[in-house]
């Protein structure tokens, strides 16, 4: 697994070489790490053994509902990194939505969008092996945790990017976006994938 604090060129030194090797899987990120790992757009992390929720908000500040709810929902939460994998797969645990929809993007293009169920699911995503920027989106309803993120037959992980501006899209449930056909899809990931944003979604539904 390759630590935080490797530079970006650190990351990606493997990939020239090994063009003609079997290469092994790569952890991207484990639950211990998402807070310094590929993940943007939560607040907070709250991790437990072999899981990570994100939050749109400081746990300790919200306590009723349905604000707490809606500061569970993970839109615009997203993992961001460029790699030349030929798959991708992520545990994905659902909490009290009903089938929720997660995507995967490669190079700004949908790749990948998977309807999840209730309790564990395994988001596996085959990918090209060329060098590409993928975004993993995860769904805008219902409590989400993850668990590891892997990648197999990687030569390139990295996941410096370069600084951006931080857009912080602040609304109700227009913002929050439930009815998007996926959390890709909703206005302010679209905005920010168009004009290279850093987003947190501060949109709260209820």
């Known amino acids: 697994m390759p630590e935080p604090e490797q530079s ?5 030194a493997a990939g020239p070489g090994r063009a003609g090797a079997a290469r092994p899987s790569v952890c991207l990120s484990s639950p211990s790490d998402a807070v310094r790992g590929p993940w ?3 607040v907070e992390w709250q991790v437990e053994p072999g899981w990570a929720t994100p939050w ?8 009723r509902e349905p604000l707490r709810r809606a500061a569970e929902s993970a839109t615009g939460v997203r993992a961001e990194f460029r790699t030349d994998a030929t798959a991708i797969t992520l545990p994905v645990r659902v909490t ?5 929809m997660i995507d995967v993007l490669a190079d700004g293009e949908l790749v990948h969008r998977r309807q999840l169920g209730e309790g564990l699911n395994e988001v596996a995503t085959p990918l090209s092996g060329a060098p590409a920027d993928v975004e993993v989106w995860l769904p ?3 409590r989400v945790s993850v668990g590891d993120l892997t990648l197999t037959g990687a030569g390139i992980v990295d996941i410096g990017r370069p600084a951006r501006r931080r857009w912080y899209a602040y609304g109700s449930s ?3 976006c439930l009815a998007a056909a996926g959390p890709s899809q909703t206005w302010p990931s679209m905005v920010a994938r168009r ?4 987003l947190t979604c501060l949109g709260f539904n209820g």
Not at 195 to 198: L, Q, S, T
Request: net charge positive; hydrophobic share 30%.
């Open 8 to 12: 970006a060129a650190d990351r990606s």
């Open 40 to 42: 943007r757009g939560a």
């Open 56 to 63: 749109r908000l400081p746990r300790g500040a919200v306590v």
């Open 96 to 100: 009290g939505t009903p089938r929720p």
């Open 140 to 142: 805008q309803d219902g």
């Open 174 to 176: 227009i913002t929050h």
């Open 195 to 198: 004009n290279g944003w850093d």
